[in-house]
């Protein structure tokens, strides 16, 4: 889930596994919006793209690639974007 109604880098993210092998998953936003994303694993690492949403406040968000990493605190954390 992400804290807010859009990704920015460096925010502290969760990331729940259900172990189903695929690259589709559900990516909740703070503001209540839900989209269907493609994920993969990387070197420790985890890629994520997200396609085109609308926020709760129907503001169009382009598409991004986001690299997700595993942080000293043991949160994940958006590293950087593509």
């Known amino acids: 889930m992400f804290p ?3 990704a920015f880098r460096r925010d502290r993210i969760s990331v729940d596994d259900d172990r189903k092998v695929g690259p589709g998953c559900l990516v909740e936003f703070g503001d209540g919006v839900t989209v269907i994303a493609e ?3 990387v070197e420790g690492a985890i890629h994520l793209s997200i396609p085109t949403y609308r926020t709760a406040k129907e503001t ?7 690299r ?3 942080d000293n605190d043991g949160y994940w954390r958006l590293e950087r974007v593509w």
């Open 4 to 6: 807010h109604s859009h």
């Open 39 to 41: 994920w993969h694993p």
């Open 60 to 66: 169009e968000v382009a598409p991004q690639t986001w």
């Open 68 to 70: 997700l990493v595993l």
